[in-house]
């Protein structure tokens, strides 16, 4: 299994820019979420999906959208980009949200640039 | 909002040394994981508490889900060099919104050999 991979993992975009991020799992998990994670803020919720077809809103949805067509992908996508986007992204993935079942696995994460 | 404090941010040790840092909230927990993170890689999770009181360990890591459910703490014995990393703490209250996590901002943790 190759768990939770995530493409790219680099980028740099120019601000007014648009890119989306792909989260893929193959570990047949219910819920997935974005985060970003900048300097000694630690990690926060973007948005998040229970489901398949099913997205929510986390800390900090602004300038965000997310889509869940498929159980096993979670897309993150910036429509303009900004230079406060620029950030390391997370994905992350759980069976469900719960107990035991709300241990999340983190994917290697994208670094992303907006000049 | 829910916040954790966590503690200390940094710490610099000498191998061998034993390790011990903590979260805090003013909010109550259901659940208490703590996770690693090393350079350019995503959080792995380490240990995960389910109960307030509970102690549980991993190998030479040993965390506490505390009695009033509102901390936790992290202990790393004998430290060795690949312990350097970011360990955060994150908590989450399952009667609320599900699946959100709330993470602490870490504790950076450095190893002299």
């Known amino acids: 299994n190759a768990g939770v991979t995530q493409t790219p993992k680099f980028r740099v975009l120019k601000t007014g820019q648009s890119m989306t991020l792909l989260c893929a799992q193959d570990m047949n998990h219910e819920y997935m979420y974005w985060y970003r994670q900048d300097p000694g803020m630690g990690l926060r919720l973007i948005h998040y999906?229970?489901?398949?077809?099913?997205?929510a809103k986390g800390e900090v949805p602004d300038g965000y959208n997310v889509s869940r067509l498929k159980k096993q992908n979670f897309l993150l996508g910036l429509e303009s980009a900004a230079p406060s986007q620029t950030s390391v992204y997370f994905c992350?993935?759980?069976?469900?949200?719960?107990?035991?079942?709300?241990?999340?696995?983190f994917g290697p994460g994208t670094r992303l640039t907006v000049l | 909002g829910q916040q954790l404090n966590q503690s200390p941010q940094s710490m610099f040790i000498q191998e061998g040394e034993d390790v011990s840092m903590n979260c805090t909230s003013s909010s109550i927990f259901n659940t208490w994981l703590w996770y690693k993170q090393e350079p350019g890689e995503g959080p792995v999770l380490l240990i995960a508490?389910?109960?307030?009181?509970e102690l549980t360990s991993n190998g030479r890591l040993t965390a506490q889900f505390g009695i009033t459910r509102k901390d936790s703490f992290l202990n790393i014995s004998a430290s060795i060099p690949s312990d350097v990393g970011i360990y955060f703490c994150?908590?989450?209250?399952?009667?609320?919104?599900?699946?959100?996590?709330?993470f602490g901002k870490g504790t950076k943790l450095s190893v002299k050999p």
């Open positions: 999906s229970v489901g398949e077809g099913t997205t």
């Open positions: 992350a993935s759980s069976p469900r949200g719960g107990g035991a079942l709300n241990e999340q696995f």
């Open positions: 994150a908590a989450l209250n399952y009667g609320g919104s599900q699946g959100n996590l709330i």
């Open positions: 508490l389910y109960k307030a009181g």
